[in-house]
């Protein structure tokens, strides 16, 4: 664990347990938010086929992100999880979101 918080620049352990509880809360709540959000959009496994499981996990990928940087908020580590919102962007080649 402390490679893990030199690595993310966290001091403390409960700051690492705040994170790893956001990171929890976020994915599941992205996944359920998925359900609905299709139904509003008119994605339906009926229409879709096969092909309903990876659309769906396109539509998760950008709650997700929204999630994180809300969530983060609301414990107090929206410092952190901009900056990890940002790298990661930035490695998916989306960095020209950002500007610097």
């Known amino acids: 664990m402390n490679k893990l918080k030199q690595r993310w620049g966290i001091d403390t352990n409960f700051q690492l347990t705040i994170i790893f509880i956001v990171f929890a809360i976020t994915g599941s709540a992205s ?34 992100q929204v999630l994180l940087v809300l969530i983060g908020f609301l414990f ?19 960095g020209f979101l950002f500007k610097e």
């Open 31 to 64: 996944a359920w938010l998925s359900k609905p959000f299709c139904l509003w959009l008119g994605i339906t496994k009926s229409d879709l086929g096969y092909w309903f499981t990876p659309v769906r996990l396109l539509l998760i990928f950008p709650i997700y």
């Open 76 to 94: 107090g580590q929206f410092k952190f999880f901009w900056a990890f919102e940002k790298k990661m962007l930035k490695r998916m080649a989306l």
